[in-house]
């Protein structure tokens, strides 16, 4: 297992899947810390002309069947990622 602490102070408990260092691809389930009745996510690093890209594919359904989970989630990936890139460039969040 692997806790995940989010910047909005939301803690989320995640399950390994997945790891293929060779094809860097990584597979998990958040199993605790939020909603939902299913999970699964998965990244993987392609190369791409600028670098690097993310690939971050998730499959998710929420405990309440009236939650826009995709809506919900594409806000806090997209955010994530860009956090991820500012770690990558600068060796910050901040």
Request: negative net charge.
């Amino acid at each position: 297992m692997r806790t995940l602490r989010r910047a909005d102070g939301g803690v989320l408990l995640e399950r390994p899947l997945e790891r293929d260092d060779a094809e860097y691809t990584y597979a998990y389930s958040v199993v605790a810390g939020i909603p939902l009745r299913s999970h699964r996510a998965s990244f993987t690093v392609a190369p791409s002309a600028a670098g690097s890209r993310i690939i971050w594919h998730t499959e998710a359904e929420h405990d309440d069947p009236e939650v826009d989970i995709e809506a919900r989630l594409a806000d806090r990936q997209h955010d994530a990622l860009l956090g991820l890139k500012a770690l990558l460039e600068t060796g910050s969040t901040a």
